[in-house]
């Protein structure tokens, strides 16, 4: 089946980035792999191709408007699901290391599969909290930037992601809309956990009226120990 990638082929353009055709096909693959698994577990509720190329895939490129990913060597996606955004990123800029963090098995699985498909390499799936991972040597402050389009307020999930960010690195979190009023709320959290608030970059995703944010938050010392708080205390107890 012959996809129109033209609004991909644009949106990418716009933001700097060159595809090649073996990338393109890779986000095709990409596409026909959800949509089919899509059909017996629940990963995504977009599947029409040119709302997946919109909402999924550019969306997940646009960190790039916040980050130089090209300084960018290894990056975390906490609470990925379905692979957002760090599949889209590592089939856009192969040189990253990458680990994908997901609490339920079947996605992870899924991702996994993903993987052996488009044939990407230095990409790995995790199935596991984000509090419990950051606690484990082998991931606390190990990555440059960390990203999550998770639904969460931004102190719970700089709580989630702060711990993973090498002191210099940066955690950036996608949201919708205007978010001014929940990074002023957060500032407090992100300066315990050893993060600042840098910039917040607001953009509309092409071809739609759907407006969105970036929040980057810069690491600017180590997070302490006791962060994050057990599994389930960052959602209920958000640190304000």
Do not use: W
Request: aromatic share 8%; proline share 4%.
């Amino acid at each position: 089946m012959a996809y129109d990638l033209s609004v991909l082929d644009q949106g990418c353009q716009e933001m700097g980035i060159v595809l090649n055709g073996e990338q393109k096909q890779q986000f095709v693959d990409f596409y026909e792999y959800l949509v089919e698994k899509n059909k017996v577990m629940n990963l995504t509720g977009i599947t029409e191709f040119q709302e997946v190329l919109v909402k999924h895939f550019l969306d997940s490129l646009a960190c790039v408007k916040a980050v130089d990913i090209k300084k960018v060597k290894s990056i975390m996606d906490v609470g990925t699901g379905a692979g957002f955004p760090g599949v889209p990123l590592k089939i856009a800029f192969p040189h990253l290391e990458a680990c994908l963090l997901d609490s339920l098995k079947k996605r992870v699985n899924f991702l996994e599969e993903t993987f052996d498909i488009l044939k990407l390499t230095d990409i790995t799936a995790v199935h596991g909290r984000a509090e419990e991972y950051a606690k484990n040597k082998a991931y606390r402050e190990s990555f440059d930037l960390c990203v999550s389009r998770a639904v969460s307020n931004l102190a719970t999930l700089s709580e989630y992601c702060l711990p993973y960010v090498k002191v210099g690195g940066s955690f950036i979190s996608y949201k919708s809309g205007t978010v001014q009023e929940e990074a002023e709320q957060a500032e407090k959290a992100v300066k315990i956990l050893g993060g600042k608030i840098k910039d917040v970059v607001y953009f509309s995703l092409p071809d739609s009226e759907i407006q969105r944010s970036l929040v980057v938050i810069e690491k600017i010392k180590s997070t302490p120990g006791k962060y994050p708080r057990k599994a389930g205390t960052p959602l209920k107890e958000p640190l304000v």
